[in-house]
């Protein structure tokens, strides 16, 4: 088990507007200081706060995509690779640069995210384990308006052609019952880890089959345009991976799963500044809520005397579940725009920052036994156990001690004894091991039970033999 708290990184989007004289950023010391003057119309009491410092685990200013995948999303794939659970999220104010990170531009290689950079650093590590037989999963859901979307739906193959494999789990196994296409519904197992049910999960043999469905789902994402972003995320979107990984070598049997979410979060917005009305407007408000939830939850997670985290308030907070809190290993990007006019915006993103910071994970390893495997490994257990046993009743004194369950004629010599032990022919038992004393019990109970019939069989023979007599007698 692996407990940490959650790491978190910020990155400035490049400007040519930077507040150099408000805010001051120290990548040595991987530390933000903000410094805001007074407003001379506060009067003489003015408790307003001027000064904040932050302290984070990273500072990306005017970092390549290369760096920021080095250095934020590389550790996490690699637990993956190991069979942890992961996950990457970023947040911050619409036009920030979150999907950029996330998922890059298509026009230019060198300019790609996180997502795909992430899909070729595990192909690469596939062909570098040959003894391992690897398969890798992928999914992408949408929640807009509060509704859970299927972005890969359109590539779901048609009816009449071969189902895929059932969908194995990091949890627990393999689903049977996830049938895509249907409605989604959140599901918890019997750990309480949450799984999204009819969710498609197809197969990805290569790494252009995995970027076709990333960009399957690309094409189907809900974006607009407003006055501070032309290509706006109207939705929160979480791309996972799945990889279902077991040995060609060891005949153990066991597989080892990891899951990897990559969440890009939708912006918050304020209204006065995009200007937004109509369906854009109903969009922002389920977008602020959803993110307004998020925070509550991360509060709640960082008071240690808090015992309720309310993750079903809403579909993020309740799908995100495992990654906040939970079995996963998580770090945060939080983008910011180091500008003037967003200022009171890049101060509560760098809040909700540090509050993360204080939630921690409890990761475990993912591994599934083969339940033929796990029979024969306890077979063997219990062989090895009793080889033990014996040798320890020998160096006792003790020979001839049976640990085998009791055959019936056994059992009906044990009988016997307790019928001589109750008539005094007997004068004291053997309690050799615990099996014998529970046999014992069961033979007492079957002997009693036989006295309380032969009992109420001979009291009943009387009653019957005493009748005719009664009735002569009344004759």
């Known amino acids: 088990m692996v407990k940490a708290p959650i790491k978190v990184y910020v990155r400035t989007r490049p400007t040519v507007d930077f507040m150099a004289d408000v805010m001051t950023l120290n990548q040595e010391k991987q530390a933000i200081d903000v410094r805001v003057k007074k407003p001379e119309d506060a009067g003489i009491v003015n408790n307003q706060q001027t000064e904040w410092s932050f302290k984070f685990d990273g500072i990306l200013h005017n970092a390549t995509q ?3 995948f080095q250095q934020c999303a590389r550790e996490i794939v690699d637990s993956v690779l190991q069979g942890y659970n992961g996950t990457l999220f970023a947040y911050g104010q619409t036009g920030a640069g979150k999907t950029f990170t996330m998922t890059g531009a298509v026009d230019n290689y060198q300019y790609r995210g996180i997502i795909p950079r992430t899909i070729a650093y595990i192909f690469r590590e596939i062909q570098n384990r040959p003894d391992f ?19 890969l739906e359109s590539a779901i193959p048609a009816p009449g052609t071969p189902a895929p494999a059932p969908v194995a789990t990091a949890e627990g196994s393999p689903r049977t019952d996830d049938v895509p296409g249907g409605e989604l519904l959140i599901q918890e197992d019997a750990t309480g880890a949450t799984n999204v049910r009819g969710l498609y999960r197809p197969v990805a043999n290569s790494e252009e089959e995995a970027l076709n469905l990333l960009f399957e789902g690309e094409t189907n994402r809900a974006i607009a345009e407003h006055k501070l972003n032309k290509a706006s995320s109207r939705s929160h979107c979480v791309f996972t991976i799945y990889l279902d990984m077991q040995s060609r070598v060891e005949s153990g049997g066991a597989t080892t799963c990891g899951k990897l979410h990559i969440v890009d979060l939708a912006g918050s917005e304020r209204v006065s500044k995009t200007q937004t009305e109509g369906q854009l407007l109903r969009e922002a408000m389920y977008i602020n809520k959803s993110l307004t939830f998020l925070e509550q939850v991360i509060l709640a997670l960082a008071d240690r005397h808090r015992e309720h985290i309310p993750y079903r308030q809403c579909k993020l907070t309740n799908v995100l579940k495992d990654s906040l809190g939970g079995n996963c290993r998580t770090t945060m990007i939080a983008n910011i725009t180091p500008e003037r006019r967003h200022l009171e915006e890049t101060i509560g993103t760098l809040r909700f920052a540090t509050r993360v910071m204080h939630v921690s994970n409890e ?11 796990l029979v024969k490994r306890y077979e063997r257990e219990i062989k090895e156990l009793k080889q033990e046993l014996a040798m320890h009743d020998s160096l006792a004194g003790r020979s001839r001690v049976p640990y085998d369950p009791y055959t019936s004629e056994q059992r009906h010599e044990l009988q016997q004894q307790v019928r001589r032990y109750l008539a005094g022919e007997l004068e004291e038992l053997d309690f050799p091991n615990l099996r014998h004393v529970r046999e014992l019990m069961v033979a007492f109970r079957a002997v009693v039970r036989q006295m309380r019939a032969d009992v109420e069989h001979d009291l009943r023979q009387q009653g019957l033999g005493g009748a005719p007599e009664g009735d002569g007698a009344a004759a």
Do not use: F, G, H, K
């Open 66 to 68: 290369d760096a920021v």
């Open 133 to 151: 037989a690897i398969t890798v999963r992928v999914s992408y859901l949408e929640i807009y308006n509060e509704q859970m979307v299927d972005l």
């Open 363 to 373: 990761a475990v390893v993912n591994v599934q036994e083969d339940p033929r495997t």
